[in-house]
């Protein structure tokens, strides 16, 4: 599961009605909340983060936590 997919389960998210509000098919927010190698598009973000009423930028921020600068 992805953090994305970690997230909805987190919040009860239904990807249903993200789907219906912002037009990204089921299956995509299926690949996105499952599928490891699957990329999330910052737009599909933007989309997610106003269907449920959370702030883009937190939610990005919970999206790519695990993310760090290489080490000199």
Do not use: H, W
């Amino acid at each position: 599961m992805t953090k994305l997919g970690l997230y909805f389960a987190k919040k009860s998210i239904n990807r249903s009605d993200v789907s219906r509000k912002t037009g990204i098919s089921k299956t995509r927010l299926s690949e996105l909340a499952n599928n490891t190698t699957t990329q999330l598009k910052v737009k599909e973000l933007y989309l997610i983060s106003l269907a449920i009423d959370e702030d883009p930028g937190e939610l990005f921020k919970e999206v790519c936590k695990d993310y760090k600068l290489p080490k000199k």
